[in-house]
């Protein structure tokens, strides 16, 4: 596609559900990461995928923290029995590694609302 | 272990100029960006350097210093619009490693 898509763009759940978020990256981007932000915060690192594989998964906050990535494409976070703590902009971006045009471009993310 | 280091908050005059720094110490190094978030938006790229120097384009220009771990953003003739967080970002390693980011305030 044009740009990284993210969906939803809006998700409120209640606490202790599963979600789901997806992200589609550009085409050809091997690199994809995401990212929580907090309101007025920086970018928390969440984990970074090169192709399928998660050679960086430290920034996972729990084990209800997931995600994959399928086919060097797209790639879900998936967040078991949310909490409250959970509410925030999750940031996806993808890009690539080699070469002179490397920088990230980001979707515009899925705000999630624990209530 | 691996840290960028950014002001958080900086205020400005519009019309004035502004440098933004960033340090860091990371583990590898194949180029640093800087990029922009406007309150509720996703960060947008503004500049690219991997070589020592300055890279102008239009108002912004970056400087990096590598062997001093020291980048710059400068922001020229400065616009309400301006007003944004600028984060600073290293590739090390394939990986991205991002700093705090800096809230710019631009004053009338």
């Known amino acids: 596609g044009a740009g990284v898509s993210q969906s939803p763009s809006n998700k409120v759940t209640e606490k202790g559900k599963d979600v789901e978020l997806r992200c589609d990256p550009i085409?050809?981007?091997?690199?994809l990461y995401w990212y929580r932000q907090s309101l007025g915060q920086g970018l928390e690192f969440l984990i970074y995928?090169?192709?399928?594989?998660?050679?960086?998964k430290s920034g996972l906050p729990s084990d209800r923290f997931s995600a994959e990535r399928t086919g060097g494409s797209v790639s879900t976070l998936t967040i078991q029995r949310t909490q409250q703590e959970d509410s925030a902009v999750y940031l996806c971006?993808?890009?690539?590694?080699?070469?002179?045009?490397?920088?990230?471009?980001f979707g515009q993310g899925t705000r999630l609302t624990v209530v | 272990g691996q840290n960028i280091d950014q002001p958080t908050e900086m205020t400005a005059t519009e019309g004035a100029i502004v440098q933004i720094n960033c340090t860091y110490q990371?583990?590898?190094?194949?180029?640093l960006f800087w990029y922009q978030q406007h309150a509720g938006e996703a960060p947008t790229f503004l500049s690219y350097?991997?070589l020592d120097g300055l890279e102008e384009k239009g108002r912004f220009s970056s400087f990096l210093s590598r062997s001093k771990g020291y980048s710059y953003l400068l922001l020229k003739e400065l616009q309400m619009k301006d007003s944004a967080s600028y984060l600073c970002?290293?590739?090390?390693?394939?990986?991205?490693?991002w700093g705090a980011g800096t809230k710019l305030i631009i004053k009338p």
């Open positions: 971006a993808s890009s690539l590694v080699w070469g002179e045009n490397t920088e990230a471009f």
């Open positions: 085409s050809g981007h091997t690199a």
């Open positions: 995928f090169q192709g399928n594989s998660a050679p960086d």
């Open positions: 990371t583990s590898g190094f194949n180029g």
């Open positions: 350097n991997v």
């Open positions: 970002a290293v590739r090390s390693n394939y990986q991205l490693i």
